[in-house]
């Protein structure tokens, strides 16, 4: 029997899901996981929860489905130890290195492999099925066939999204929270960029839109398909929203579940009933009926709705001053443009028009005047033109038995003292790494591309594996400027089930031709090619024929950032790693020693991709760039392969090149992907490497900062204030935001000519 999966952001949401019918929940606790600005639970609420829970023969899982930095891996051993003792009935991963300190040290904690982690094919599955894992949370971008191949491939458990947000950003690949601020999305702090108001360049004009954000999930219709299919776990959206969202969603399901089989047509249409009052954005099959790339974003993507959720109110149209009872003078406001009057406890959402403030709001008060004109208070910083949403009305509103008992005083348990014990990883003589010798990597997308960087002379280039590099290379047998030898081929980090037989046969015939080198970023990519060298062993009757070998270099999306995720990779036969673009100089310096530092390929220069899309971006998107509230200007790419944001400043150490050298780094990645680059463009940047030279116009990402902690950020703010109070600081002209603009458009179109 299928699973019905519901989340639990708070006490209220657990009580309602358990109440509506729900056979598992997920939570998170306070770190570690990818919701941490839900409420989440405190250790004796978790150890209460999870022994109620099973008193009802129900289960609960624990999502720790974040990265972990090195500094944090200490305190992640003691938290592991302590689920260990508390028994919840599965653990929700992303990180590598959780999976290797669970099967280090935690053999009996049952492992979910997150949607984070990007499984969407069935060798990816059926690797975390080897690795130990009892079930796969798909990748959201998947249609029913490929769920279907998977099952069908695959004896592991399947874990699906069938109602709730959706990310616009292929799972798991999301870096654009990050790059504004070290809020990451893989760290629990995305600050959900894809629902921010941007300003587009037509070429008749200026216009603006929510151009990412995407609908809401729903597959209500479809769930006796995914009975059907095999799929064992049917997972609910919504850590962050209400209680009342929860319960009616679950009850929904749970209706559809139950009674599908002896009224299929009409438990749907009771179920869809049901869901009248999950008030949230307009709704989307996604990827569920397979439609094309060139189709399917006009059914995913709604620019005109703002990123909060709720049914349209209106915009405030006039604001009035009534007075209380106190004789205080107090305002209210009307609304204009919608179909629904709130009452008094409805829940509502306030959306300030510029994008600047969202805040939900409980009505207390409702005035009707003698024109029979309704007004309602307001929360403050909000005025006329501004929009507001409906949440839930205060007839939604429900109470469930509570699953928690009243007194949790017996409820003692927390994370010990514990020392985590030390893990080295393997010293490998750089002998054995002929593949990776030392010197500047330069990344493109194009053959083409090889030609503009072939005068710099990198020691190895690295090459995009898509759909045009395949044709020339394949098909056209292109010339190439560059041995086989030097060359590299990056995976693209999504592989979805409908590319993974072809892609697997793409391989095969370039690593015939010579081609041994790879850099993996999907587990599918790890499984396909252990396979290969292991058919090339045999074929050449031992494994240490040179025809035999084929390298594998972890990529940036595999996210080594503490050594057991970089250990978990050598037992993959991985023994050289490319850092993440998230990363920092802090953290990559405890992960990797100094002795380790020649295993290391160090990005210096990238224009990374943001935003990682399936689908090809509508027609009527035909604008190159964008800019949002701070006038930070990104670029949009459509092609065959998917849809790409890229920021328009290029992240940059460059200029710190001698000083990274003498920490032992020699392996520096030049990173121009979905970038079109020119020979000066190139020699420029050579230029700034071998003489330290600060380019203009560039961001450190988090190379500096790290990822976002609140203390830092303030101590960052004070130390900012007072250097801006110093008398040698005052007076100085600073450019505006207007002007930075005007000169990144115009060195962008020397670069378009």
Known sequence: MSELLAPAGNIEALDAAIGEGADAVYMGLKSFNARLRSSNFAWNQFEAAVQAVHRQHKKIYVTVNTVIEERETERLYRFLEYLNRVKPDGLI????????????????????????????????????????????????????????????????ELEVFVHGALCVCESGLCLFSSYLGGKSANRGMCAQACRRLYKAEYDDGVDEGYYFSPSDLQLIDKIPDLVQAGVESFKIEGRMKSAEYVGSVTAAYRYLLDNWESDKKGSIANAKRMLATDFARSKTRYWYDFKTPETIADTVLNPKQAGGTGIYLGVIDRIKHFENDEGKSVPFISLAGGSYDPDEGDSLRFHKKDDTGRESYKVRTVITDENGRTWIDFPRGFKVGDTVYLLQ???????????????????????????????????????????????????????????????ENPVRVILELNSETKTSILEKNETLPFSKRQIIFSLDPFCPEEIEGGLENTISALIELGFKTWIVNNPAHISILKNLSSSLASDSGTQNSSASKINMIAGPYLYTFNRWAASWLENQNIDVFVSPYENSRQNIEAVFEQNMRHRILLPVFAYPALFRMRFQLPENYDFLFFTDKEEDTFKALSTKDGSFVLPEKPFSILDKAQFLRSAGFSHFLIDFSKTKVTKSTMKNIMKSFYKGDVLNDISRFNWKDGFYSPEKMEEYRQANERQNMSPKNKGRKKSSSNENYARERKVQKKRRT
């Open 93 to 156: 991963v992303q990180d590598f290195g959780i999976v290797r300190m669970c099967q280090e040290f935690f053999p009996e904690l049952e492992l979910h492999a997150s949607t984070q982690m990007n499984i969407a094919s069935s060798k990816a599955a059926n690797l975390m099925g080897k690795e130990g894992f009892k079930r796969v949370v798909l990748a959201r971008e998947l249609g029913l066939e490929e769920i279907q191949k998977i099952k069908a491939k695959s004896n592991i």
């Open 393 to 455: 009305t205060k007839s939604m509103s429900k109470r469930y038995p509570r699953v928690l008992p009243r007194d949790l005083s017996t409820f003692r348990r927390q994370p010990g003292g514990m020392e985590l014990p030390i893990l080295d990883l393997t010293n490998i003589d750089k002998k054995k790494l002929d593949y990776f010798p030392e010197g500047v990597y330069v990344q493109v997308s194009t053959v083409s591309d090889l030609f503009a960087i072939q005068a």
